[in-house]
């Protein structure tokens, strides 16, 4: 990663542009093109320095509603495990921890009741009974963006 590199992640990580030409603008932002602002994030992207972009919405504020889970699931059912869970459109995050409870995700759902179903089949479809639904009480938002 070079300067600019770093200046391009300055800019993205707080507000990518909403525009039909964001590359356009993150480049003149930066120095340089639309197609190599645009190349660039592309390599940054295949590196996995840019797991993902994408907007943060406030669930509870759309009416929906969310919890953390934790798992314990056996090494041997891990992958499978996983599969299941990703196979959902309400889960934003899925990831392994070093601890007893070794898978950790969300889930966001319309419903209190939608989000038991979920629970429910994917205790159901894995035999994994062991999840912890750890609803929030309090909300921190914490602006997890670093400087580079």
Request: glycine residues 6%.
């Amino acid at each position: 990663m070079d300067e600019i590199d770093h200046k391009i992640l300055n800019l993205i990580q707080g507000s990518f542009p909403v525009d039909p030409e964001p590359y356009r603008i993150i480049g003149e932002q930066a120095g340089i093109t639309e197609d190599e602002a645009f190349e660039r994030i592309g390599k940054l992207r295949e590196s996995g320095i840019i797991r993902r972009i994408g907007a943060v919405f406030d669930p509870k504020k759309m009416g929906f509603t969310s919890t953390l889970c934790a798992a314990r699931v056996p090494e041997t059912k891990l992958a499978a495990f996983v599969e299941a869970v990703n196979a959902y459109p309400g889960v934003t995050h899925n990831y392994r921890r070093n601890h007893d409870y070794n898978v950790w995700f969300t889930f966001i759902a319309e419903t209190e009741e939608a989000l038991n179903l979920f629970l429910s089949e994917i205790r159901e479809k894995t035999g994994i009974t062991d999840i912890l639904s750890l609803r929030a009480v309090r909300t921190f938002k914490i602006n997890a963006s670093f400087d580079f």
